[in-house]
């Protein structure tokens, strides 16, 4: 059985708090360092991400969103705890019933018939959560592979791992439904997410590369600006970006 500890979990999102919450406003951290592992992260989707991204767009449709709707399925796992920390019981009810109903009727996610009933959750994760009660962005940096992020959002990500089921299932291999997963499972599924994103990104990411005159400045603003509508859920966009085009 899945067993979370609900101590580690009020411990880091005490810290978290304790640590942010006097940074209301997002400052630009460690620019120089930023920019350098920027360039890193632009080389690695040259030379990775990209290429794969190409290779995924040539797939037949019906397998890009079966794949999509799968791992969309699973992410919902994550906003449920969210959801009922947030106190939005509508959408704490609608995740719940959207995984069971794709997760069953769906095949395991890769169909959605939720959506056509009505159940249509939003993506909510911790960095929202802390959001929503206040705690400001406090700096913001690049990391490696990730990207952007900002103070609150890189603990989130920490505190992610105590709160999602599904990295109880599988990072920590607790039983569900008598069965469990391993590390390997969480991993592939956060990287064929990814490389879904940067998939349906692919001419966006283009376009803008093309006519930016600093990406890096582009980015951090449609990242802080995508962050910012998703806690004041002010945009009907799920992507974890939103709409790079936008």
Not at 32 to 40: D, E, L, P, V
Not at 120 to 145: A, I, M, N, R, S
Request: aromatic residues 10%; charged residues 20%; proline residues 4%.
């Amino acid at each position: 059985m899945i067993k979370i500890n609900i101590k580690k979990i009020a411990f880091v999102l005490a810290i978290t708090v304790f640590s942010i919450s006097g940074a209301k406003a997002t400052e630009e951290c460690f620019e120089n360092t930023s920019r350098a592992i920027y360039k890193f992260n632009m080389a690695f989707d040259d030379i990775i991400l990209r290429p794969v991204a190409k290779g995924y767009n040539k797939l037949p449709e019906p397998i890009k969103i079966g794949t999509s709707n799968f791992t969309s399925n699973i992410g919902t796992l994550l906003s449920i705890p969210n959801n009922l920390l947030q106190g939005n019981f509508q959408q704490f009810g609608h995740s719940i019933g959207s995984f069971v109903v794709n997760t069953s009727v769906g095949i395991l996610g890769f169909l959605n018939p939720a959506e056509k009933i009505g159940l249509k959750p939003h993506k909510e994760d911790v960095g929202q959560t802390l959001g929503l009660y206040g705690v400001g962005p406090g700096c913001y940096f690049v990391l490696p592979v990730l990207g952007p992020t900002t103070l609150r959002d890189s603990f989130g990500i920490i505190a992610d791992s105590f709160v999602d089921p599904f990295a109880h299932v599988t990072i920590r291999e607790h039983e569900l439904l008598g069965s469990s997963g391993t590390a390997f499972d969480y991993f592939a599924v956060k990287g064929t997410t990814a490389i879904d994103f940067r998939a349906d990104n692919d001419v966006n990411l283009e376009s803008l590369e093309k006519n930016s005159l600093d990406m890096y400045s582009s980015i951090k603003s449609i990242y802080l600006q995508n962050r910012e509508n998703k806690i004041k859920n002010s945009t009907n966009d799920q992507d974890d970006w939103g709409n790079l085009d936008n």
